[in-house]
């Protein structure tokens, strides 16, 4: 019994029944297919998270997105600039309590290098509602490139606990169809 | 020392039992009950406040009793009962004194000082970091103190887990292996120790920088360390959970393992392997390679996954080849139907059994795919996930669990049996329930730890599908369900602990006799002895497989749907 | 485990077998060297490998 010592003292002499190898075989090689379907996902999906990621103080990098901003703004909306980057270019966003800066306006179907940082705490970038959400970190500035492939006006609501304003810290991100 | 220990027969088991092991054994789970009292409360609150037509708490008092929530049930119920499981799965199971009955009283005392010391830090408002306590948010010190003192305490308790193991085999107090169910707590002692020592090693640094002595932590560093304690304390759970699996499945049934060595070498695998899933945490974060991510998360190529699903077979195999034996043999299901499901140990076995492997195990590999993190990362699917394994898994199997140690260890009867036997169908329906639908509004984009999605205090707002308001009122009924669950079971438990009567001294009923002399009649020498005929099992395990590939290739193909990026 | 391949030397306390305990029964046994496996195995491949790479983090071009 499982509360007493094995009855016969060489257990592990004893043949494993058919079955329960079977079923070992099959869970070990579906193991296999899940690791390997995560490895074959770099090369044919087109959804995987960059790797590309520098230290940075978060002063310098906030000039890089003031910088930016400067650039390419388009309009303001309650105070907070909106810009439009030309495709393919770097694009600035920062994480800082309790909102995000700047807003980005991106056109459908185009990439762009997108660089993200935190100010203080960390924060989570969730772009809602295609859902996908990202870690951000103070001191860390994780560069991916993103392709909207929709167009219309998303969220991206914060979403690791950055202290009792993180609730309010959501901010629109509007894609538009190539004019 | 050995002479002075006093032991008595249990008449039911016919173990002996040290009574230094029984008093800790109670003390610790008595501990562990009022935390669950405390957590569980905690959390109620906290579905009702997410419920947005209630809305109970504000913003303030939310994230203190969602810090204060994970503290109470995450680490300290389940540690103390976990203490109490490695007592009884040493000393008890293995017919032996305690290695140290003062030092284990010092390590309950250090628990119970660090766990209280943390809670009143955490009520005064000054931490409301999260269970995570991810810096740079910053919380009074003594917040880390107390997880610390709380972790040294635990770390001791541990100690005397191994002490015991120890002097069982130089006292030759059993012949050849331990138990399997021993080695099921060895295995959750070993990742305890992993855990408690990672613990350390990032708390330390932490109280010293919120002290003002260190000048600074990094937050990704943080994030990796402070995991391998706040998953693998989680793994802990999972091996001990089984562990009782196979302990309750025994003394309730007289079940065997179909096989002592596939069932031990899952739990080898568990200790070798399982801890690597802290990772799972870290699948979005800036700055670590795919590689770590990948070999991490799956667990070295999903060799501990390998183990849980050999328990998936052979937790339910035991039981139906127990079954069988006992005449329960007509058609594939028989041994189920007349299972012994208004005994609360079975049925709370049994549901989490089932609960943890469909809605945990199956959500967890999937949450913990590299890619597919993406879609769920840091959304109520994430708590979803985890209610599923640490409530319908191993609360629910320590509550099962808690209606044998009452008249077995502590000698009371259970005091109100008809409430027992309901209990673990109402926990069991609303925690599945809370796990169901928070993983819904995670699919639908909800954030876990947010105070208010309707972002009613922002300048811009965001609209999420009315789907996901009424997957969070849904979850705050589940909570209302499982915290009348809960509350029924910490009502029977304090109640026949301190005024049940005493049990009588005769054998109980319900039990087969675990004495380690005579051996249930026409049994073979292990489970799977002759002819293994455990068709409803096999079914069973169909159907789990099928479900699992079903679900892991939607959730690529949600993601393969979602913005390109690289 | 280097102490692979050589025979069982512990004897099953009054047991009438007298045969070799199998290699992995005896890791299984030996709950210390399974302490020792469980505590290197996530501390080397989890944190330190961690650790690395965070610490093989370049700074960020101005």
Redesign the interface.
């Known amino acids: 019994m499982a509360v007493t010592p094995p009855a016969n003292r060489l257990w592990w002499n004893e043949p494993i029944h058919i079955v329960e190898l079977g079923w070992i075989v099959i869970a070990f090689i579906w193991g296999l297919v899940m690791f390997f379907t995560m490895v074959y996902w770099h090369s044919i999906g087109e959804q995987n998270l960059a790797n590309e990621t520098y230290k940075v103080v978060p002063q310098s990098f906030a000039a890089k997105a003031e910088a930016m901003t400067e650039k390419y703004t388009v309009r303001d909306e309650v105070g907070i600039p909106v810009v439009r980057p030309p495709p393919g270019s770097d694009v600035y966003l920062i994480a800082r309590i309790w909102s995000w800066w700047p807003i980005l306006e991106l056109e459908k179907d185009q990439s762009y290098r997108l660089h993200l940082s935190a100010m203080e705490y960390s924060h989570g970038f969730s772009l809602q509602p295609v859902n996908i959400n990202i870690q951000i970190q103070p001191g860390y500035e994780h560069v991916l490139t993103i392709t909207p492939n929709q167009s219309g006006k998303f969220g991206i609501v914060c979403n690791e606990f950055c202290g009792f304003g993180h609730h309010t810290m959501v901010s629109p991100l509007y894609v538009v169809d190539r004019s | 020392m050995a002479a002075t220990t006093q032991f008595r027969t249990c008449p039911t088991t016919g173990l002996k039992i040290d009574l230094a092991a029984q008093s800790l054994i109670k003390a610790n789970a008595v501990a562990a009950v009022v935390f669950l009292a405390i957590g569980g409360l905690f959390g109620l609150s906290i579905a009702l406040t997410r419920w947005p037509e209630i809305h109970l708490l504000p913003?303030?008092w939310f994230?203190m009793a969602l810090t204060a929530h994970g503290l109470d049930v995450l680490l300290c119920w389940i540690i103390f009962f976990e203490v109490a499981v490695l007592y009884f799965a040493s000393a008890v199971?293995l017919n032996c004194r305690l290695a140290a009955p003062r030092t284990a009283w010092v390590a309950f005392v250090l628990m119970v000082v660090g766990a209280a010391l943390t809670n009143v830090t955490v009520l005064q408002g000054e931490s409301?970091?999260?269970f995570t306590s991810?810096t740079?948010?910053r919380a009074a010190p003594n917040f880390y103190l107390g997880l610390i003192i709380f972790a040294v305490g635990a770390l001791v308790a541990c100690g005397n887990f191994?002490g015991t193991?120890v002097i069982a085999k130089e006292e030759?107090t059993?012949?050849?292996?331990?138990?399997?169910?021993t080695?099921g707590a060895?295995?959750a002692a070993?990742?305890a120790?992993?855990t408690l020592?990672?613990g350390a090693v990032i708390l330390i640094p932490t109280w010293l920088w919120s002290l003002g002595y260190i000048n600074h932590i990094?937050?990704?560093?943080y994030k990796?360390?402070w995991w391998?304690m706040g998953h693998?304390s989680q793994q802990i759970n999972v091996s001990a959970h089984v562990a009782v699996w196979?302990?309750v499945?025994?003394?309730l049934l007289?079940?065997?393992?179909?096989?002592?060595?596939?069932?031990?070498?899952a739990f080898?695998l568990y200790?070798?392997?399982l801890?690597?899933a802290?990772?799972h945490h870290?699948?979005?974060?800036?700055?670590?390679?795919?590689e770590?991510k990948?070999?991490?998360t799956?667990y070295?190529?999903?060799?501990a996954?390998?183990g849980s699903?050999?328990h998936a077979?052979?937790v339910p195999?035991?039981i139906e080849a127990a079954q069988r034996k006992l005449g329960f043999n007509k058609g594939m299901f028989e041994w189920l139907r007349k299972a012994p499901w208004g005994n609360p140990a079975f049925s709370g076995v049994f549901l989490s059994l089932v609960m943890f492997g469909f809605l945990g195990g199956i959500s967890g590999?999937v949450l913990g795919?590299?890619?597919i993190?993406?879609?769920?990362?840091?959304?109520l699917y994430v708590p979803g996930h985890f209610h599923a394994t640490v409530v319908t898994g191993t609360t629910l199997t320590f509550m099962a669990v808690t209606y044998l140690i009452l008249p077995l260890i502590l000698q009371r009867d259970v005091m109100f049996p008809r409430m027992a036997q309901w209990q673990p169908y109402v926990f069991g329906l609303g925690a599945a329930g809370i796990s169901l639908f928070m993983m819904g509004a995670g699919?639908?984009?909800v954030?876990?730890?947010?105070?208010?999605?309707t972002?009613a205090?922002?300048?811009?707002?965001?609209e999420?599908?009315s789907a996901a308001f009424m997957m969070l009122a849904l979850n705050g009924l589940s909570a209302i369900l499982a915290a009348t669950g809960g509350l029924m079971y910490v009502v029977n438990v304090v109640a026949s602990v301190f005024f049940g009567k005493k049990t009588a001294d005769k054998p109980m009923k319900v039990a087969v006799p675990?004495s380690?002399s005579g051996?249930p009649a026409a049994v073979g020498?292990?489970g799977?002895a002759g002819s293994?005929n455990?068709p409803g099992t096999?079914t069973l395990?169909t159907i789990f497989?099928v479900s699992?590939?079903l679900y892991?290739y939607v959730n690529?193909k949600y993601?393969?749907e979602?913005?390109?990026?690289? | 485990m280097s102490e692979g391949g050589t025979p069982g030397t512990r004897q099953t306390s009054g047991g009438p077998e007298k045969e070799r305990i199998p290699f992995w029964q005896r890791v299984c046994d030996n709950h210390f060297l399974l302490l020792f496996i469980g505590v290197t195995m996530p501390t080397v491949l989890y944190i330190l490998w961690g650790v690395m790479e965070l610490v093989g983090i370049p700074v960020a071009p101005q």
Do not use: C
Not at chain 2, 174 to 181: A, D, F, H, R, T
Not at chain 2, 254 to 265: D, F, V
Not at chain 2, 457 to 462: A, E
Not at chain 2, 562 to 566: A, F
């Open positions: 913003v303030d994230y199971l409301s970091v999260m991810y740079p948010l191994f193991l030759r059993y012949e050849g292996s331990v138990p399997l169910v080695f060895l295995t070993i990742i120790v992993f020592a990672s990094d937050p990704v560093m990796l360390v391998a693998s196979y302990a499945a025994a003394i007289g079940a065997k393992p179909l096989s002592e060595k596939a069932s031990r070498l080898l200790i070798f392997f801890q690597l802290s990772a870290l699948l979005v974060e800036p700055g670590i390679s795919s770590w990948i070999f991490n799956s070295a190529m999903y060799l996954v390998l699903m050999i077979l052979t195999g035991t590999v795919t590299e890619q993190n993406l879609i769920m990362h840091n959304t699919t639908l984009g954030p876990r730890r947010h105070w208010d999605v972002f205090d922002s300048p811009f707002g965001f999420f599908p675990v380690t051996q020498a292990y799977s293994l455990i096999i395990v497989f699992f590939v892991y690529w993601l393969a979602v913005w390109p990026l690289r």
